[in-house]
């Protein structure tokens, strides 16, 4: 039996990106922390704190101990804190931006899950107030060489995190886009797909909430955004924000929040569907 | 001095927590608790479109996005002038996205956030079911993170704790249900995209009602029978836990799931203040204030409405997390709170539902004020609203409004109320040129964990804490129990963060 070991390290976030896991419906969660995930491979998940048993330092020391002894992937989810050296986040006595480090250095790749670590997301909005920072910029500034993988949503589709994971667990060979995210899940536009894309042709813009129709109008990013929502749904299936009638607001992009935001004004389109 | 106990990061919370104790003669005479993460949520509001609060502060919380999205959404509708004509299918709804998430709450919690605290996970026996099984699997390939390490206070016998724990493992998939049934009418989970200010997006037809009523019927199932069953067994076994974690017996909620009766809104979890588990009055929002004594800012009590004060990092002080204080009293917050509030106002089904349950636990309703009261308030929301999602769902009307048009005004300021599951969520948001002047949030985990007030009164977890009996030192599993009994979420307490390193190191246990 090989074991995969993940340390799943929660910066500043919300805790959604591991709620978002727990619904899987495909591959459940259950499978995730007692089965095996591709025959004669398991994962072993060291630290996950919102799931774990143990607490306060026993814990931060067996993350600590076992991130020097074994082979390990590294999830961070929610963003790096960097101004006044990082003081605004900080576990077990140390800083976000201390622990990151250390364990980007030691482990085997990173994965970023949700818009947070992935770029930034919410908190990284204007002001910024506390300096955040994406996983990916902090390494490359400390000059830390690791593989990098981003599942940005917020949150991510639980498929995507998994997906993703158990492809390299298979030693699939995984191809990802300018901005490392995997093109399995994040290779065409919502535009692209989405089911309302006839009204957009045909000019029927919705221009209030009791309307049916195109939602560009009503601020949806769809033309601007890469994540496969239209065809994979939500929960299971269930649903998902266009079919909603919400507008989408782009949550795996860069863009998001501020080249966003108005969530619900029109962003114009200079290029569409390519 | 006695010794210190730190614990940093309590885990099976949302967010990052550090609680310290001080301990005399094995009793907690001193208890501090600080949030580690400041994002600083309200800031980033600032010159947005008011409508983009709604996406924004959900976003505060992943466990409890809701209630964010509720009271800022009913915040924009307030300062928009537009609060009376929200259509009531829209309330409908919006009810069924909220009760969703704190049906999904109750299991979360009660199961996988601290039950771990009871059941022991490598005491099974093969082939009881095929959850143990995969448990029995787990262990024999001598791996057992992330249910190792731990602490210790196991007394379960074999075969409640099997059931216990095969419920566990079901109870993953079914609080996935829960959030299925709220993505029905939110669009998705977490995150929802259904609520916003004038109503919600979607209109909702028959097959989403069949379909919601199938998800009920699942949940309501394992609610009313296994999550019963297991909580009565762990009160039978941890007995003490109604005694112990006791906070002042005060209570605040600003009630929750409002709806239109006869032309009046009204809500179903019903608004109020209780003293003392027995003096009860009616909520009177300008009585809330926030104290920042032991809080790094300038000033010693201000105004959520007005006041925004600014940092003071020289100051005496303990934590970023402000005190708000009703009346200049503490108060706890969260389930106990909506259940007593509704109790004393006699409000039907709370009232039957209570005294039933309470009969079945054979105690009083003072003992809710307590880690095991805490579990069963839980419980008996759930059960509750399970069956009011079932009578809200037929109360829709297909053909009638879900949303309505509206603009924006120049300059307006509103107060949006909600509960998260862990209680009370005030919105305050100020208006200028069509633009966000202004956003304070009190979140419901600054209220229970909360600094010392300008009276010198602890925060309620703080209360809790103190006085209470740690048997074993290395291993104190009473303030873990504690601290979790409250579901502390500190994404929410967005104000905290934990600027001053402590010195001394000299009499610290790390636990």
């Known amino acids: ?274 | 001095m006695g010794k210190k106990i730190i614990i940093d990061p309590v885990t099976r919370i949302e967010g990052h927590l550090k609680v310290e104790v001080e301990i005399e003669n094995k009793k907690v005479v001193d208890a501090k608790c600080r949030g580690m993460l400041y994002r600083g949520i309200e800031k980033i509001l600032i010159g947005r479109d008011p409508r983009d609060a709604t996406q924004i502060t959900q976003r505060i919380c992943g466990v409890c996005p809701i209630a964010h999205a509720s009271a800022s959404t009913l915040a924009c509708e307030s300062a928009f002038g537009i609060t009376e004509k929200i259509p009531q299918n829209a309330l409908l709804v919006r009810n069924l996205i909220h009760a969703s998430n704190h049906i999904h709450n109750s299991i979360l919690h009660f199961y996988h956030l601290c039950l771990l605290d009871f059941i022991d996970v490598s005491k099974v026996k093969r082939n009881i079911s095929s959850e143990i099984d995969l448990i029995c699997k787990f262990l024999e390939r001598d791996n057992y993170s992330p249910f190792i390490p731990r602490d210790n206070d196991f007394r379960l016998p074999e075969d409640v704790n099997l059931r216990c724990l095969h419920n566990y493992i079901k109870g993953l998939e079914i609080r996935r249900y829960a959030h299925q049934l709220l993505s029905i009418f939110g669009g998705k989970m977490p995150h929802q995209c259904g609520i916003i200010p004038g109503g919600v997006t979607q209109k909702v037809d028959a097959g989403k009602i069949e379909n919601a009523i199938g998800k009920l019927k699942d949940i309501k199932e394992f609610v009313e029978l296994y999550y019963f069953r297991d909580l009565k067994d762990i009160a039978k076994f941890y007995p003490e836990y109604f005694e112990i974690g006791s906070s002042y017996g005060n209570y605040l909620t600003y009630g929750v799931f409002p709806l239109k009766e006869n032309g009046e809104i009204k809500r179903f979890q019903p608004s109020g203040v209780v003293y003392n588990m027995e003096k009860f009055e009616e909520l009177n929002p300008d009585k809330i204030t926030e104290h920042i004594v032991n809080s790094w800012y300038k000033g010693e009590i201000v105004n959520p409405k007005f006041d925004s004060p600014e940092c003071d990092i020289e100051k005496e002080g303990y934590s970023w997390i402000k005190s708000p204080r009703y009346d200049n009293n503490v108060f706890e917050v969260g389930p106990v709170a909506r259940l007593i509030v509704a109790y004393m106002k006699n409000k039907q089904p709370w009232k039957e539902e209570i005294d039933n349950i309470l009969g079945e636990f054979n105690i009083d309703i003072s003992k809710l004020n307590s880690v095991l009261g805490r579990h069963i308030a839980r419980f008996i929301e759930a059960k509750v609203l399970i069956n009011e999602c079932l009578n809200w769902i037929l109360k829709i009307k297909p053909g009638d409004d879900f949303y309505i048009d509206f603009e924006i005004p120049e300059n307006s300021e509103g107060i949006g109320f909600s509960e998260g599951a862990r209680g009370a969520v005030g919105h305050w948001i100020g208006i200028k040129n069509k633009k966000i002047s202004n956003y304070q949030v009190i979140s419901p985990t600054t209220w229970n964990a909360s600094p010392k007030d300008k009276n010198g009164n602890h925060g309620a977890i703080e209360k809790a804490l103190i006085g209470t009996e740690i048997k074993d030192e290395e291993n104190p599993v009473e303030i873990l129990r504690i601290v979790r009994s409250f579901d502390p979420c500190l994404a929410c307490a967005v104000q905290i963060i934990d600027k001053k390193r402590l010195k001394k190191k000299d009499f610290f246990i790390w636990v």
């Open chain 1, 1 to 274: 039996m090989e074991k995969i070991n993940v340390i799943w390290f929660q910066a500043g976030g919300c805790t959604g990106c591991t709620i978002s896991l727990l619904n899987s419906s495909s591959l459940k969660i259950k499978n995730l922390l007692l089965d095996e995930i591709v025959p004669g491979k398991i994962i072993s998940l060291i630290f996950q704190p919102t799931i774990m048993a143990g607490s306060g330092e026993k814990v931060i020391e067996v993350m600590m101990e076992e991130s020097y002894k074994k082979d390990f992937i590294l999830v961070v989810e929610g963003v790096i804190p960097t101004k006044d050296n990082g003081i605004y986040g900080r576990v077990g006595e140390k800083t976000f931006l201390e622990i990151l480090c250390d364990l980007a250095e030691k482990s085997n790749g990173i994965i970023c899950i949700g818009s947070c670590s992935s770029f930034g997301g919410i908190p990284k909005g204007s002001p910024n107030p506390t300096g955040c920072k994406s996983v990916k910029e902090i390494i490359d500034e400390k000059g830390i060489e690791k593989k990098v993988i981003n599942i940005p949503g917020c949150p991510p589709h639980p498929d995507w995190f998994l997906g993703t994971i158990t492809k390299i667990i298979a030693n699939l060979p995984l191809e990802l886009d300018e901005l490392n995210r995997p093109l399995d899940f994040y290779g065409k536009l919502i535009h692209e797909n989405c089911p309302r894309r006839p009204y957009f042709d045909k000019g029927k813009f919705a221009k209030s909430f009791s309307e049916e129709g195109c939602l560009y109008l009503l601020g949806c990013k769809g033309p601007f955004t890469y994540a496969d929502c239209p065809i994979r749904e939500w929960n299971g299936g269930i649903n998902w924000c266009i079919k909603n009638n919400s507008p989408c607001f782009g949550c795996t992009e860069t863009e998001f929040i501020d080249g966003n935001s108005p969530l619900f004004k029109r962003k114009e389109i200079e290029k569409i569907g390519e």
